[in-house]
């Protein structure tokens, strides 16, 4: 196949780029820098498409070298519908095919907390077979972006919901945890603060795991239209617990909790209860990575060392 991801060197976009690369497939991946084309796409067998994805000029650019692939990827940041969905149309708008060609399959990359049901019983847990919540304000716009990719009659639209992922830079971990420990490391209180709740449980997933889900749905895309996965190990964990973990690794004593302000954080903080099963059903997908709490000497050492690395 050949395959487009937008946002090839992000957190997520990197790793399910060597995975289809590693699956045998051309693929194209996009990047805004040049650097990043030249030492970290190009030297991987990704071929780099340097482009403003937002831009109107980078819109042209890379639609016109999607639309001739088999599968497209959407791993950009987003914090709001517009411009995830002017992306997708955008991929629509160059696509043109004789009519009784293959579709091309569309995986628009979307997150659980829009499943979010807090805690509680049963009547918290949730799986791909649920409808979305309202429980977090701040994802409330994640359906605008995903019932037009289900809906399409252009191509296979797929919406992959990862949970909070985990490993490498360390990604949300290291902006609400791993940062504010490593600060306090560093001081002779080594007390850091975190935003808390006692009773938040948290769904997670390795970038690694995520990019072996996209692999498998992408590779089986004609027969997985209109599905929504989610992205998820089979268990959750303990926010206390990930926070005693870190303490553990990073020399601290303990921690100070605060009180989440704003609609992300109250996000952050919620809890996910849920056991996905139609990745495994359907692409035989199971994540393979140790737990965040279990690895945690392994994801805090490599936290160490790309925070190293990007120091100027």
Same mark, same amino acid.
């Given at each position: 196949?050949?395959?487009? $991801?937008?946002?090839?060197?992000? &957190? =997520?976009?990197?790793?399910?780029?060597? *995975?289809? #690369? %590693?699956?045998?497939?051309?693929?194209?991946?996009?990047?805004?820098?040049?650097?990043?084309?030249?030492? #970290?796409? +190009?030297?991987?067998?990704?071929?780099?498409?340097?482009?403003?994805?937002? /831009?109107?000029?980078?819109?042209?650019?890379?639609?016109? $070298? *999607?639309?001739?692939?088999?599968?497209?990827?959407? *791993?950009?940041?987003?914090?709001?519908?517009?411009?995830? $969905?002017?992306? &997708?149309?955008?991929?629509? @708008?160059?696509?043109?095919? !004789?009519?009784?060609?293959? @579709?091309?399959?569309?995986?628009?990359?979307?997150?659980?907390? $829009?499943?979010?049901?807090?805690?509680?019983?049963?009547?918290?847990?949730?799986?791909?077979?649920?409808?979305?919540?309202?429980?977090?304000?701040?994802?409330?716009? %994640?359906?605008?972006?995903?019932? !037009? #990719?289900?809906? /399409?009659?252009?191509?296979?639209?797929?919406?992959?919901?990862?949970?909070?992922?985990?490993?490498?830079?360390?990604?949300?971990?290291?902006?609400?945890? &791993?940062?504010?420990?490593?600060? +306090?490391?560093?001081?002779?209180?080594?007390?850091?603060?975190?935003?808390?709740?006692?009773?938040?449980?948290?769904?997670?997933?390795?970038?690694?795991?995520?990019?072996?889900?996209?692999?498998?749905?992408?590779?089986?895309?004609?027969?997985?239209?209109?599905?929504?996965?989610? +992205?998820?190990?089979? &268990?959750?964990?303990?926010?206390?617990?990930?926070?005693? *973990?870190?303490?553990?690794?990073?020399?601290?004593?303990?921690?100070?909790?605060?009180?989440?302000?704003?609609?992300?954080?109250?996000?952050? #903080?919620?809890?996910? =209860?849920?056991?996905?099963?139609?990745?495994?059903?359907?692409?035989?997908?199971?994540? %393979?990575?140790?737990?965040?709490?279990?690895?945690?000497?392994?994801?805090?050492?490599?936290?160490?060392?790309?925070? @190293?690395?990007?120091?100027?």
């Amino acid at each position: 196949m050949k395959v487009f $991801i937008l946002g090839a060197t992000g &957190f =997520l976009g990197f790793p399910a780029a060597e *995975a289809f #690369v %590693r699956a045998g497939h051309i693929v194209y991946g996009s990047t805004r820098s040049q650097k990043s084309a030249e030492e #970290v796409l +190009a030297p991987n067998e990704i071929i780099p498409v340097v482009t403003d994805p937002y /831009s109107e000029e980078g819109r042209k650019e890379w639609g016109v $070298i *999607a639309a001739q692939c088999d599968v497209v990827i959407d *791993a950009l940041s987003a914090n709001g519908a517009k411009p995830a $969905i002017d992306t &997708f149309h955008n991929f629509l @708008k160059h696509l043109d095919r !004789p009519k009784g060609s293959p @579709k091309p399959t569309y995986i628009y990359t979307s997150g659980l907390w $829009i499943n979010s049901r807090g805690y509680g019983g049963l009547d918290k847990w949730t799986d791909e077979r649920q409808p979305t919540s309202t429980y977090n304000e701040a994802v409330q716009w %994640r359906p605008l972006i995903e019932v !037009p #990719v289900l809906e /399409s009659e252009k191509a296979h639209g797929i919406v992959i919901r990862g949970a909070v992922v985990y490993g490498r830079d360390g990604s949300a971990f290291a902006s609400y945890i &791993f940062d504010e420990a490593l600060k +306090a490391s560093r001081t002779d209180e080594k007390i850091f603060d975190t935003v808390y709740s006692h009773e938040t449980r948290i769904a997670s997933i390795h970038t690694d795991d995520m990019a072996d889900l996209y692999l498998r749905v992408a590779e089986r895309g004609p027969i997985l239209r209109g599905q929504v996965f989610m +992205a998820s190990n089979q &268990f959750i964990e303990r926010l206390t617990d990930i926070l005693d *973990a870190v303490v553990r690794v990073s020399g601290c004593k303990g921690y100070k909790g605060k009180a989440p302000k704003g609609a992300m954080q109250e996000a952050w #903080v919620s809890s996910t =209860l849920i056991k996905p099963s139609l990745g495994d059903a359907l692409t035989g997908w199971r994540p %393979r990575k140790m737990s965040l709490v279990d690895g945690m000497d392994i994801y805090w050492s490599s936290y160490l060392a790309n925070k @190293k690395l990007r120091e100027p």
